[in-house]
C-alpha cells in the first residue's frame, strides 16, 4: 500500500511553540456545500485504545469510547448465524466475545504497530463508529510513543491512509499531559498547570514513556520509550508461574486479570494468596513473590530514565520540577507506585520530590490532549493522506 504526504516528515513531526487551545480563530467554519468535519483524538494503544471526536465547529464531543485493541477473522466453516450478519472481521469486545470462533490478532506489540493489515482494519472500524454516513472528513491526531521511530510512524500513517484524511502524530506522554490540564483552573493563584513543568510518566501496555513538558512540543531530548510495560510485566509473571506450577494453563488474558487485582511495588507481601481456575477446578496460589518481583522490576527499568531527564531539566527550575511528577496510563494503577519511586527520589538526596496519580480517568487523557490539539492545530501542520 502507499501513501501521499504532503511533506516528509521527521522523526520528531514539528508542531508551534505553544499551541493556542483556545483561540476560536483555530477552529474551520464550514463553508456552503463543505463536507462536514469530524475531528479525532485517538489514542491507538497496545491493549486498548480510546477515540474522542467531534464536529470541528463546536467544542461538543460526539463519540467516547474505550475498546480493546484486537481484531477477529472468522475460521474457515464456521457456522451460518453464529455471528451476527456473519460478519467475517470483528474488533473490541465483539471480536473477544466471539474468540472461539475467530482468529484473534493484537495490531499493535510493544507500542507500535506489529500487523499492519490487521491495523487497517482495526482503525476502518473505529472509521464507521465515529461517522457513520461515511460521508465527513475526519482529521484525527494520533498519539505514538516517546521518540517512535519513522517506520513506526510511516505505519500509522499507511493504516491510516484512505481511511481518515489528515492526520497528525504526537507524543503520548505530551498528550497525556494536555489531556491531565485542568483548562477552567488555568490561571489560579494555586493551580500547577502540568503543561508548564512537568514530568510525565506513561505505563501502558507494550511501553513506558517519560517526558518532559516544559510548556512547549518536546524534543528528542525531553523523551525516553522503553518497551517494557504492562505487557512485560504479564510475562515475568506467566514464566515465574509456569516454573512454580508447571503445565497451569493460565492465559495471557487470566494472568493479565490476576496482575490488575494484586499488582503492587515495594516490600515482598506474604501470604498474597489467589484464586484461580485450572482445569476447571479452582485452586489457591500464593503470589505474593511472583507479583512484587515483576512489578518491582518495571520501577527498576524505567527509574534511570527519570533521573536522565532531571539531569536534563535547567537548574532554576528543576525544583518545581520535582514537585509535579505524574504517573499515567495503565501502570498508575499499580499499588504503592507513586509512594515507592517518590521514596526512592528522597532516598537519592532529590529536594523534595512529589509524585502524584493521573487519577480514574487515566484511559482517556492521552485522547482528550489529541483531541485539545486537533482543535488547536493549524491546517499546514496536517498531514493530507492519500490511499
Same mark, same amino acid.
Given at each position: 500500500?502507499?501513501?501521499?504526504?504532503?511533506?516528509?516528515?521527521?522523526?520528531?513531526?514539528?508542531?508551534?511553540?505553544?499551541?493556542?487551545?483556545?483561540?476560536?480563530?483555530?477552529?474551520?467554519?464550514?463553508?456552503?456545500?463543505?463536507?462536514?468535519?469530524?475531528?479525532?483524538?485517538?489514542?491507538?494503544?497496545?491493549?486498548?485504545?480510546?477515540?474522542?471526536?467531534?464536529?470541528? /465547529?463546536?467544542?461538543?464531543?460526539?463519540?467516547?469510547?474505550?475498546?480493546?485493541?484486537?481484531?477477529?477473522?472468522?475460521?474457515?466453516?464456521?457456522?451460518?448465524?453464529?455471528?451476527?450478519?456473519?460478519?467475517?472481521?470483528?474488533?473490541?469486545? /465483539?471480536?473477544?466475545?466471539?474468540?472461539?470462533?475467530?482468529?484473534?490478532?493484537?495490531?499493535?506489540?510493544?507500542?507500535?504497530?506489529?500487523?499492519?493489515?490487521?491495523?487497517?482494519?482495526?482503525?476502518?472500524?473505529?472509521?464507521?463508529?465515529?461517522?457513520?454516513?461515511?460521508?465527513?472528513?475526519?482529521?484525527?491526531?494520533?498519539?505514538?510513543?516517546?521518540?517512535?521511530?519513522?517506520?513506526?510512524?510511516?505505519?500509522?500513517?499507511?493504516?491510516?491512509?484512505?481511511?481518515?484524511?489528515?492526520?497528525?502524530?504526537?507524543? /503520548?506522554?505530551?498528550?497525556?499531559?494536555?489531556?491531565?490540564?485542568?483548562?477552567?483552573?488555568?490561571?489560579?493563584?494555586?493551580?500547577?498547570?502540568?503543561?508548564?513543568? &512537568?514530568?510525565?510518566?506513561?505505563?501502558?501496555?507494550?511501553?513506558?514513556?517519560?517526558?518532559?513538558?516544559?510548556?512547549?512540543?518536546?524534543?528528542?531530548?525531553?523523551?525516553?520509550?522503553?518497551?517494557?510495560?504492562?505487557?512485560?510485566?504479564?510475562?515475568?509473571?506467566?514464566?515465574?508461574?509456569?516454573?512454580?506450577?508447571?503445565?497451569?494453563?493460565?492465559?495471557?488474558?487470566?494472568?493479565?486479570?490476576?496482575?490488575? /487485582?494484586?499488582?503492587?511495588?515495594?516490600?515482598?507481601?506474604?501470604?498474597?494468596?489467589?484464586?484461580?481456575?485450572?482445569?476447571?477446578?479452582?485452586?489457591?496460589?500464593?503470589?505474593?513473590?511472583?507479583?512484587?518481583?515483576?512489578?518491582?522490576?518495571?520501577?527498576?527499568?524505567?527509574?534511570?530514565?527519570?533521573?536522565?531527564?532531571?539531569?536534563?531539566?535547567?537548574?532554576?527550575?528543576?525544583?518545581?520540577?520535582?514537585?509535579?511528577?505524574?504517573?499515567?496510563?495503565?501502570? &498508575?494503577?499499580?499499588?504503592?507506585?507513586?509512594?515507592?519511586?517518590?521514596?526512592?527520589?528522597?532516598?537519592?538526596?532529590?529536594?523534595?520530590?512529589?509524585?502524584?496519580?493521573?487519577?480514574?480517568?487515566?484511559?482517556?487523557?492521552?485522547?482528550?490532549?489529541?483531541?485539545?490539539?486537533?482543535?488547536?492545530?493549524?491546517?499546514?501542520?496536517?498531514?493530507?493522506?492519500?490511499?
Amino acid at each position: 500500500m502507499s501513501i501521499i504526504t504532503a511533506e516528509k516528515k521527521p522523526v520528531v513531526s514539528p508542531l508551534p511553540t505553544v499551541i493556542n487551545l483556545t483561540d476560536p480563530s483555530v477552529m474551520s467554519m464550514r463553508r456552503p456545500n463543505e463536507r462536514k468535519r469530524i475531528l479525532v483524538g485517538f489514542d491507538l494503544g497496545t491493549n486498548a485504545s480510546c477515540i474522542l471526536a467531534g464536529v470541528a /465547529e463546536s467544542r461538543d464531543i460526539t463519540v467516547s469510547s474505550v475498546i480493546p485493541s484486537v481484531v477477529g477473522y472468522a475460521r474457515e466453516g464456521l457456522v451460518d448465524g453464529i455471528i451476527a450478519g456473519n460478519a467475517t472481521t470483528l474488533i473490541g469486545e /465483539e471480536a473477544l466475545n466471539h474468540r472461539l470462533q475467530l482468529k484473534m490478532i493484537a495490531p499493535l506489540a510493544d507500542g507500535i504497530i506489529a500487523d499492519v493489515g490487521a491495523a487497517r482494519d482495526y482503525i476502518r472500524r473505529l472509521r464507521t463508529i465515529i461517522d457513520p454516513s461515511g460521508d465527513a472528513e475526519i482529521r484525527a491526531v494520533v498519539g505514538v510513543p516517546a521518540n517512535a521511530g519513522e517506520k513506526a510512524r510511516e505505519d500509522i500513517r499507511a493504516c491510516a491512509a484512505g481511511v481518515f484524511d489528515r492526520v497528525l502524530l504526537i507524543p /503520548e506522554p505530551f498528550l497525556a499531559a494536555l489531556g491531565f490540564r485542568d483548562d477552567a483552573r488555568l490561571g489560579h493563584p494555586n493551580y500547577v498547570d502540568p503543561v508548564t513543568n &512537568s514530568l510525565f510518566i506513561d505505563i501502558g501496555g507494550g511501553t513506558t514513556d517519560l517526558c518532559l513538558i516544559q510548556g512547549c512540543f518536546p524534543g528528542a531530548d525531553d523523551q525516553i520509550s522503553m518497551a517494557f510495560a504492562g505487557d512485560g510485566i504479564d510475562k515475568l509473571i506467566e514464566d515465574d508461574l509456569q516454573r512454580m506450577y508447571p503445565n497451569n494453563g493460565l492465559t495471557r488474558s487470566s494472568i493479565r486479570k490476576i496482575k490488575e /487485582e494484586n499488582s503492587y511495588v515495594g516490600p515482598i507481601r506474604k501470604p498474597l494468596d489467589v484464586k484461580v481456575l485450572i482445569g476447571g477446578k479452582n485452586h489457591t496460589l500464593e503470589l505474593g513473590e511472583v507479583i512484587g518481583r515483576a512489578c518491582n522490576r518495571l520501577l527498576e527499568k524505567f527509574y534511570p530514565a527519570l533521573v536522565t531527564l532531571i539531569s536534563r531539566t535547567p537548574s532554576d527550575s528543576v525544583a518545581q520540577l520535582l514537585e509535579n511528577i505524574v504517573i499515567t496510563g495503565g501502570g &498508575s494503577r499499580i499499588r504503592g507506585i507513586d509512594t515507592v519511586l517518590q521514596q526512592k527520589l528522597m532516598d537519592d538526596g532529590y529536594a523534595a520530590p512529589k509524585v502524584r496519580l493521573a487519577g480514574q480517568d487515566y484511559k482517556r487523557f492521552v485522547a482528550i490532549g489529541a483531541l485539545k490539539a486537533a482543535r488547536g492545530a493549524r491546517e499546514d501542520q496536517w498531514q493530507h493522506l492519500l490511499a
